[in-house]
């Protein structure tokens, strides 16, 4: 089957990190999206991991565990703006690319 | 270059109608993807269409339907509405792999979605 994991909310403080953790099971397992969707608004590509490591843009990075099917989103220096849901998505390779979504994390960031 | 545009973005029909929504790629996307969102539920696929041809699907019944045109618009279709399927329906495109389009295949490009209330 395809399934991904993600904690429902985390709240955290202006300034601080956060990090959401991300777990799959995905057959075909191509790479690791973040999206970030704002309330009444569409997700928005943040960040890609295709091989195991770090991707870092900006305020935001990425990692990624194959072996361990885990990966995580880390958002330093926290803005108030950043308040929103966080999705993880696989990409999985079945003879198209189909990107299967977690259910998402909401983000409180607080003053 | 224009994003990912739908139409319409708000609808509400009854149980038992059908109803079409539309979405236009971003000019050189071939690749459509159609997601049903709910809250609590994150974004379930729908399907993918590339080059007219229906790539992968969701697992969803039979009721969901769709295509796409040659000009890569694509339009879905909810037949025999259910109080359930209220929702926002979210189209997204991405560039082709090895395009010269920029971007990556693995990014999706969503539209503003359509919010559709069924009574």
């Known amino acids: 089957g395809q399934s991904l994991e993600q904690p429902s909310e985390v709240t955290a403080v202006e300034g601080a990190i956060v990090q959401i953790n991300c777990t799959y099971q995905?057959?075909?397992?191509?790479?690791l999206s973040w999206y970030q969707q704002h309330d009444g608004g569409a997700p928005t590509f943040l960040s890609y991991?295709?091989?195991?490591g770090l991707e870092e843009t900006g305020r935001f990075s990425s990692f990624l565990s194959r072996s361990d099917s885990y990966g995580y989103l880390l958002l330093q220096e926290l803005q108030m703006k950043d308040s929103a849901s966080y999705f993880c998505?696989?990409?999985?390779?079945?003879?198209?690319?189909?990107?299967?979504f977690g259910a998402g994390t909401r983000l409180f960031v607080k003053a | 270059k224009a994003g990912v545009t739908q139409t319409p973005r708000y609808l509400i029909k009854t149980r038992g109608q059908q109803v079409t929504l539309s979405c236009s790629p971003i000019?050189?996307?071939?690749?459509v993807s159609w997601y049903q969102q709910t809250p609590g539920q994150g974004l379930q696929f729908l399907f993918e269409?590339?080059?007219?041809?229906?790539?992968n699907k969701g697992n969803f019944p039979g009721r969901f339907s769709g295509r796409q045109f040659s000009n890569s618009r694509s339009e879905m279709n909810v037949s025999t509405l259910e109080l359930g399927d209220s929702a926002l329906y979210l189209c997204?495109?991405?560039?082709?792999?090895?395009?010269?389009?920029?971007?990556?295949?693995?990014?999706?490009?969503f539209g503003p979605g359509t919010r559709l209330l069924v009574l």
């Open positions: 998505a696989a990409t999985a390779n079945t003879g198209g690319f189909k990107t299967i």
């Open positions: 997204a495109s991405r560039p082709d792999r090895g395009a010269r389009t920029s971007g990556r295949p693995e990014t999706q490009y």
């Open positions: 991991n295709a091989l195991d």
């Open positions: 995905t057959s075909g397992f191509y790479g």
């Open positions: 000019s050189g996307h071939r690749s």
């Open positions: 269409y590339f080059s007219e041809t229906q790539r």
